[in-house]
């Protein structure tokens, strides 16, 4: 049921990220558009705590410019086109965060930085997620926060939803055993399903051990 890890990783990334450098500005007007993602992705923004706060996979940065004055912001996104798409929303709505492009398997961080690291719907797009929840768990501070919200399965398995999540997988994402992942890391998490017929769901992980 669950996605397999790509052989080739490298390839996996540089696919995901040549279609994502072509549509960076669509995928901007994308979300700005259509109130549906926004309203998915900003559920994070309740269980976000600070003062210091990583936002890996920002891509065009609108979660940024909705919480990133509360707390001392930074982020990461590998994608050079993105980056650049996301200081010019940030600037347009004065927002000082410190953003640049870098890879999730490895942080320009020190360990036990930050409070809370936020992921919306790109975790599915890493091409080892054991790598990127490693990095994550390195980044955090002790019961520091991990809020995610991504694709998986309905836990009611409602046809509509599997077909969805078996949609988005036929796309390139990977659909993960959470669970398993987030046991292999040490983090304890809660899970609750969002939208999108229980297939966005979010994570509010914190690091133990």
């Not at 798409?85 to 927002?95: E, M, P, R, V, Y």
């Amino acid at each position: 049921m669950y996605s397999t890890e790509p052989a080739d990783k490298k390839q996996f990334s540089e696919e995901f990220d040549r279609l994502y450098g072509r549509f960076a500005k669509l995928y901007d007007w994308t979300v700005k558009i259509f109130p549906i993602w926004r309203n998915w992705i900003s559920q994070a923004i309740p269980h976000i705590v600070g003062p210091k706060v990583l936002e890996v996979s920002f891509g065009t940065g609108y979660l940024l410019t909705q919480y990133a004055n509360n707390f001392e912001t930074v982020g990461i996104d590998y994608n050079w086109e993105l980056t650049c798409t996301a200081k010019g929303n940030l600037a347009a709505n004065h927002i000082p965060a410190a953003i640049q492009q870098a890879d999730i398997e490895h942080l320009p961080y020190r360990s036990e930085t930050f409070n809370t690291v936020v992921n919306t719907m790109a975790f599915s797009g890493y091409p080892d997620g054991r790598l990127a929840l490693a990095e994550i768990y390195r980044v955090l501070q002790r019961n520091g926060r991990f809020v995610l919200i991504d694709i998986n399965y309905p836990q009611n398995r409602n046809w509509v939803g599997l077909k969805l999540t078996r949609f988005w997988a036929s796309t390139g994402d990977i659909i993960r055993n959470m669970d398993k992942l987030f046991s292999q890391a040490k983090f304890q998490y809660e899970e609750t399903e969002v939208g999108g017929l229980g297939t966005v769901h979010l994570y509010v992980a914190t690091k133990i051990g």
